[in-house]
T-cell receptor, first 117, second 111 residues
Framework: EAEVAQSPRYKITEKSQAVAFWCDPISGHATLYWYRQILGQGPELLVQ????????DSQLPKDRFSAERLKGVDSTLKIQPAELGDSAMYLC???????????????FGPGTRLTVL | GENVEQHPSTLSVQEGDSAVIKCTYSDSASNYFPWYKQELGKRPQLIIDIRSNVGEKKDQRIAVTLNKTAKHFSLHITETQPEDSAVYFCAATDSWGKLQFGAGTQVVVTP
């Protein structure tokens, strides 16, 4: 069964450093999501792509976070500079259907656990 | 925007008993309500979902009910087993189709 892939699985960095996470969605999935999950909380959407276009980045801290999905397939999320409060699990998810008012099943990757020291 | 509240935050049940988790939402336009199970260190996995045109859905030992008037939905697990131990998240779409998750319920099934 196809799954969403993410790397690295774990990342430890010092504050003020730059970090990057990679996500490869299930083949053919047009919609890609990046979530941040703080320990003990539910996932919170950071950015949503429809193919290569951003459709929602309202919760993305744009002064330090950036995301791209250049060819509408895999995606990269970057943080520069990292801060202590960025320590969390970063989850990528994909959906086969176009985004819109009717929600659709999202398939999650294993996540990248970031620790900022 | 959408606000989803989930209760309880922890739930301990004896094996074989039933478990019920309740969620409320604020956006009356919400029309999709998935439930995810997340085992320790693993990815969230969809276990069941329901759309607003349906009041109840069942899949083996798992069922979800939706009350649109009261804006709440619930997950029911019957005949619980140790492998049901995990964190369960409810979610609801907002008017833009974005999923808003609850804070999660830690379910512990004791043999």
């Amino acid at each position: 069964e196809a799954e969403v892939a993410q790397s690295p699985r774990y990342k430890i960095t010092e504050k003020s450093q730059a970090v990057a996470f990679w996500c490869d969605p299930i083949s053919g999935h047009a919609t890609l999501y990046w979530y941040r999950q703080i320990l003990g909380q539910g996932p919170e959407l950071l950015v949503q792509f429809q193919d290569e276009s951003v459709v929602d980045d309202s919760q993305l801290p744009k002064d330090r976070f950036s995301a791209e999905r250049l060819k509408g397939v895999d995606s990269t999320l970057k943080i520069q500079p990292a801060e202590l409060g960025d320590s969390a699990m970063y989850l990528c998810a994909s959906s086969p259907k176009e985004s819109g008012p009717n929600g659709n099943e999202q398939f999650f990757g294993p996540g990248t656990r970031l620790t900022v020291l | 925007g959408e606000n989803v509240e989930q209760h309880p935050s922890t739930l301990s049940v004896q094996e074989g008993d039933s478990a019920v988790i309740k969620c409320t939402y604020s956006d009356s336009a919400s029309n999709y309500f998935p439930w995810y199970k997340q085992e320790l260190g693993k990815r969230p996995q969809l276990i069941i979902d329901i759309r607003s045109n349906v009041g109840e859905k069942k899949d083996q030992r798992i069922a979800v009910t939706l009350n649109k008037t009261a804006k709440h939905f619930s997950l029911h697990i019957t005949e619980t087993q140790p492998e049901d131990s995990a964190v369960y998240f409810c979610a609801a779409t907002d008017s833009w189709g974005k999923l808003q998750f609850g804070a999660g319920t830690q379910v512990v099934v004791t043999p």
